[in-house]
């Protein structure tokens, strides 16, 4: 290990924003091995979701992740309901697959957008960010909120979708996919999407069996589990759709899966206004009491695959444990197979392929000592110890 | 390669149509929940020590911690369930794991619980039978303490270098 390069990506990743570490040990131009840090984002989410009320816990783990931030509400939301075996309306079921849905769409969209980014085609960049638009658009007609939605509440849905509003949602969703639709065909065809991302980054069936992966980058290597088919929930068992799965495991497969499922979201959310027409409008939440105490397994499948909550009720007002898996942490695991041997320009596009979620892997802030109950650290000396932590660093690297 | 634009968008749609590769695979791999519990009584006996079945796709089943390797062992290789996670809970009991497990085509998830020592809780490692224990394993001897014996690289995975040593923030105090 020590007579080969180390190539960094990150304290702070250049093109994904997001604050991470990556060690490409390289022998040359080739990535002998890899390396991750983190830590520099750790919230404490599951420390506190026990101080606050299942009300409020919505709110903090809608904030886990900016881009899916309806998918960890909704794997709330299923655990809680399990727990207090609530059965919600069919219309909150249909308003809550839309947002789901809605969102898949913008977080595929923007994954394509910064793919291109990282291949230096920031056609493809601009393009989709473009076409996201009208999607964050639709989100601020429907929710009132471009992002972080806050729809989701324990036995339903915060704010109904009116019925007059159904006809402008159709209209949008038909532009929505004309743009998604001229933009799959393009970079689908193009010659040099083609030549960076066909036999790069590949993960067999066995490594993602290994990693456990899930989501689009398990789908893209064959392996077709997807939590609304397997553990459906809110409206999917209700509509009509397929799972798109690929077999070539490299990155143009994953592109391939997610822009194939995109037009699947269209079709489901298509279904669910229909949904929406049936049911009764403003039907949309059941009155809950309590939670009993006892546990609850919440799985929703967000935009980069399964996320998983697993909530521990003594039967008070907020959870006693309220452990939380997102998907990118069993994901960013594979880089380990799907980087190593590569060069190193493949290499920041197969760091990119799973989509990784630096926040979502996370999730922690100030810790207290056990036996005072004081607190260990308070911002200050956080910041105190990033400060020394730098100049340690700077030190090391001078004695090299 | 090869096809114009138009050709390309029409091959497009023509795939979501004939995609239905994953739904064949999801009917080869069935194994009855049922099955999967009797075999682990038949294989396991005294191991397994409490069964909780809450509905057909939620299953709690207690096993005894150092039967542990061979429960995985069991549900990975021969009945072929997917790891998820596991949850470490810190209560009066002592320490406690969950891991979960997923059976993907019957949505159920199998919870293995086991109840550790409260002083010094340590169990078998799961990491060098499958990648996916590892992170978690670190992740929960850094917050909880728990000591996994035999994992092949057990150094803290979220506050690496900046935290104190035998300070674990997730423990509880209780009177």
């Known amino acids: ?400 | 390669m090869g096809l114009a634009r138009g050709e390309l968008i029409k091959d497009t749609r023509r795939k979501i149509k004939d995609d239905v590769t994953g739904n064949e695979e999801r009917e080869t791999r069935k194994m009855d929940t049922k099955v999967l519990i009797e075999k682990l009584k038949e294989n396991f006996k005294s191991g397994i020590l409490e069964v909780v079945i809450k509905n057909d796709r939620r299953i709690i089943i207690s096993v005894s911690p150092d039967l542990i390797l061979n429960v995985a062992e069991y549900l990975y290789k021969t009945a072929g369930l997917r790891f998820i996670i596991a949850s470490a809970l810190h209560t009066k009991k002592g320490f406690e794991i969950h891991y979960h497990f997923s059976m993907d085509s019957f949505g159920l998830v199998l919870n293995i619980h086991v109840i550790l020592d409260k002083v010094n809780p340590q169990i078998e490692s799961l990491s060098n039978m499958f990648n996916a224990s590892n992170w978690i394993e670190r992740e929960m001897h850094e917050l909880f303490g728990i000591n996994f014996l035999n994992h092949p690289n057990q150094e803290k995975l979220i506050s690496e270098g900046n935290w104190a040593e035998g300070v674990y923030p997730y423990r509880k105090e209780f009177k």
């Open chain 1, 1 to 400: 290990m020590s007579n080969k390069t180390i190539i960094p990506i990150g304290p702070y990743h250049p093109l994904q924003e997001e604050p991470e570490l990556f060690k490409l040990y390289c022998d040359g131009e080739i990535v002998r091995d890899i390396k991750w840090e983190t830590g520099y984002n750790h919230r404490s989410i599951e420390k506190l979701s026990e101080s606050k009320t299942y009300d409020q816990v919505f709110f903090l783990v809608e904030r886990i992740c900016g881009i899916c931030s309806t998918s960890h509400p909704f794997a709330f939301a299923n655990a809680v309901e399990e727990i207090g075996n609530i059965e919600i309306t069919d219309r909150a079921k249909y308003i809550r697959s839309i947002i789901g849905e809605l969102e898949r769409i913008h977080s595929h969209l923007l994954w394509v957008g910064l793919a291109g980014h990282f291949l230096g085609y920031n056609t493809v960049f601009m393009w989709a960010w473009k076409y996201r638009e009208p999607v964050l658009d639709l989100f601020e007609m429907i929710t009132g909120n471009r992002n972080s939605y806050a729809m989701f509440k324990v036995g339903g849905v915060r704010r109904d979708i009116e019925n007059v509003k159904i006809s402008i949602i159709r209209k949008n969703l038909i532009d929505i996919w004309k743009k998604t639709d001229l933009l799959a065909g393009a970079v689908m065809d193009d010659p040099v999407i083609h030549a960076r991302t066909k036999g790069v980054g590949i993960l067999t069936r066995q490594d993602i069996i290994d990693y456990a992966a899930v989501g689009p980058t398990a789908r893209a290597s064959g392996v077709a589990i997807d939590v609304r088919k397997d553990d459906p929930y809110a409206a999917y068992p209700l509509v009509n759709w397929k799972v798109i799965t690929a077999q070539a495991g490299d990155v143009f497969a994953k592109a391939e899966v997610r822009l194939l499922e995109m037009y699947e979201s269209i079709s489901i959310i298509e279904q669910c206004l229909d949904g929406l027409e049936r049911t009764k409008e403003g039907d949309i939440t059941v009155r809950v009491k309590e939670i009993p105490e006892g546990m609850g397994t919440g799985r929703a499948e967000a935009p980069r695959g399964e996320v998983f909550h697993f909530v521990v009720s003594d039967g008070s007002n907020s959870p006693a444990r309220h452990k939380i898996r997102a998907p990118s942490y069993v994901n960013i695991a594979t880089f380990k197979k799907s980087c190593v041997g590569q060069t190193i320009a493949d290499a920041t596009i197969s760091l990119a392929a799973v989509d990784p979620c630096y926040c979502c892997t996370e999730r922690m802030a100030v810790a207290y000592d056990i036996n005072s109950g004081k607190k260990i650290m308070n911002a200050n000396e956080l910041i105190n110890c990033s400060i020394m932590r730098t100049a340690e660093m700077k030190k090391n690297k001078i004695n090299h």
